[in-house]
């Protein structure tokens, strides 16, 4: 199936407009939760810095003029009674921006510079063009006019406060255009001799080429799938800085970074048509792997944490990822999984088990990638039962990765290793009809109505019948009419809007969807399915969802979210199909 060369339209308030490969992007969110009247230029490098500012200019007076925003893949359009202005991205560090009827203004978004802050604004005779220099990014952004009139360059050479900027008249009879490039020091002056129109539909060829590899499954019955494909398409950065490979971001609004979860999920969804891109997703954390085994919180552009980890849900992805790739890893590819897992793994059987204790410990609900669930509310440093099982998936994944480099002694100990931990796991935090946390420290045990405790459903067919029976009970009370609400919606701690106390998120309806599936709980999993699928479909790809209402929340243009859509709508049209 074909996508329609415009691609699906959406708003720019909820979705920035950007290409594969950018490390910027056009919107109106210039901060978290920051809303801007005019769009910017947004660039991420070095943190997320509203750099430019971009402003509609009426062709009577010259002054801002207010202009409906259209968004498609490819093209970006100010439309108004007089005229209109279209961006589009030639290139990842370059777009064209043409006018007629209306006129531009391309000014510095910091009005103030100082010696360490701010933008710098001059013309450089060199390359015929004005340079826009900016502290917070590092980088500079150059504005060349193709056509057209330059009714102004105020702030030129200015220091201290001013409007910095570039105005170009409106062009009643014709075309004005221009170039603006995100550049290091310097390169030769702008050339090219692609049209407007051609870079326009070399912009949507390029996004309905990616669309057809990701999700040619699509049809009416999954039809946010070519969106989902533009979310993670138009979050995905070409390698620079820290960021070793080219990188799905979670977001190019204020949740710029790779977490080391988040990623697993982008990975499963790019997997059977993007495969090279699939593993670089998977990778990318492991790059920054320390002495310990650990991987880093998260990685971006310019920073790398490592105060927190994330949940080592490592070897149920890769067990998924080299099953949906089109030609499975080599031996090669194989054994350097093979030994970052082990290493991951043996971090959490050393540095996060205190002596004596079978089982390993969160240090913080930042470990667990649930922040603020309130399974941590008695305590923080504690044994839960996700983490041990996902380390139980773990140990089995690198069971068969032993078997197949033919190891067959670690195999064996590796199996052994995950049978020892599904024992400690059901015979230490299983009471009665429900798991248990237990504080690392005190040995104190609590349950909480989060759904985080029922997250050892992802064990799937290793679970004993009665075991995931009960626990499909327990998350069916989880369930709104848009998905699985993190927090009881019953409990006192429910909170609309209160991230892991409540909303709907991404990964663990994936993570429990897969797991009762194993278990054979296939309606209920179908259910988790087409609940969450409709949700995406009428209210987006945000962080996370009011679990009452479907309302997005937070960042509304979440890759994870996209991505879990694009896994949930394959299988859906797959067995449909059968």
């Known amino acids: 199936m074909t996508a329609a060369r415009s691609g699906p339209a959406f708003s720019v308030l909820d979705i920035p407009f950007s290409t594969r490969g950018s490390w910027f992007d056009i919107s109106p969110v210039v901060a978290e939760k920051t809303y801007a009247e005019d769009l910017h230029l947004v660039s991420h490098q070095n943190g997320m810095h509203a750099v430019l500012r971009l402003v509609p200019l009426g062709a009577a007076t010259g002054e801002r003029i207010e202009a409906r925003v259209e968004t498609t893949p490819g093209l970006l359009s100010w439309i108004s009674a007089g005229g209109r202005i279209d961006l589009s991205y030639e290139s990842p560090d370059t777009v064209r921006l043409r006018g007629s009827g209306l006129g531009i203004s391309v000014d510095a978004a910091a009005q103030t510079l100082t010696p360490f802050s701010g933008t710098y604004f001059f013309r450089d005779p060199a390359a015929d063009a004005h340079v826009f220099t900016s502290y917070e990014t590092g980088r500079r952004y150059r504005v060349t006019v193709l056509s057209g009139t330059a009714a102004g360059t105020p702030g030129t050479q200015t220091l201290g406060s001013g409007l910095r900027g570039l105005a170009m008249a409106a062009e009643a009879d014709g075309y004005w255009e221009i170039a603006i490039e995100e550049l290091d020091t310097a390169r030769p002056p702008y050339t090219s001799s692609a049209t407007f129109d051609a870079i326009v539909e070399s912009a949507r060829t390029s996004f309905a080429d990616f669309v057809d590899q990701v999700a040619p499954w699509r049809s009416s019955d999954t039809p946010a799938a070519e969106l989902a494909a533009y979310v993670v398409w138009s979050a995905t950065v070409r390698p620079a800085g820290l960021v070793t490979r080219p990188a799905v971001l979670m977001s190019k609004h204020w949740m710029d970074k790779v977490w080391s979860w988040d990623h697993c999920f982008n990975a499963l969804a790019l997997a059977p048509g993007c495969p090279d891109l699939a593993l670089d997703q998977f990778a990318l954390p492991f790059d920054h792997q320390d002495d310990s085994g650990a991987l880093p919180d998260s990685v971006t552009h310019s920073e790398v944490l490592h105060n927190f980890v994330k949940p080592p849900i490592h070897g149920w992805t890769f067990g998924h990822l080299r099953r949906r790739l089109p030609t499975p890893p080599g031996p090669a590819e194989l054994a350097e999984t093979y030994d970052r897992l082990e290493r991951w793994t043996d ?69 052994h290793k995950a049978e020892e931990t599904q024992a400690a796991l059901l015979d230490q935090l299983w009471d009665t009809d429900r798991f248990v946390a237990r504080g690392a420290d005190t040995g104190d045990t609590w349950s909480s109505s989060s759904l985080l405790d029922l997250m050892p459903v992802v064990l799937g067919e290793h679970l004993p019948g009665h075991v995931s029976s009960t626990l499909a009970d327990h998350i069916k009370a989880h369930l709104t009419p848009y998905g699985l609400a993190t927090e009881l919606p019953t409990s006192p701690h429910y909170l609309a809007d209160g991230y892991w106390r409540g909303p709907i998120w991404a990964p663990a309806t994936v993570l429990i969807e897969d797991g009762l599936r194993r278990a054979g709980h296939e309606r209920l999993a179908d259910d988790i399915s087409a609940r969450f699928r409709a949700l995406c479909e009428t209210h987006g790809f945000a962080e996370n969802f009011d679990a009452l209402t479907g309302t997005g929340l937070r960042d509304r243009a979440y890759t994870w979210t996209a991505s879990s859509y694009l896994l949930l709508a394959e299988a859906h049209a797959h067995r449909d199909a059968r």
Not at 358 to 366: A, F, S, V
Not at 368 to 383: H, K, L, M, Q, Y
Not at 389 to 415: G, S
């Open 347 to 415: 971090f959490w059987l050393t540095a996060r088990r205190a002596p004596g204790a079978d089982l390993p410990h969160y240090q913080h609900g930042n470990d667990s990638g649930w922040d603020n669930a309130t399974t941590f509310d008695p305590e923080r440093v504690i044994e839960t039962a996700d983490l041990a099982a996902f380390l139980v998936l773990q140990l089995r994944e690198l069971a068969h990765l032993a078997t197949a480099l033919d190891k067959p002694d670690e195999a064996r100990r590796w199996t």
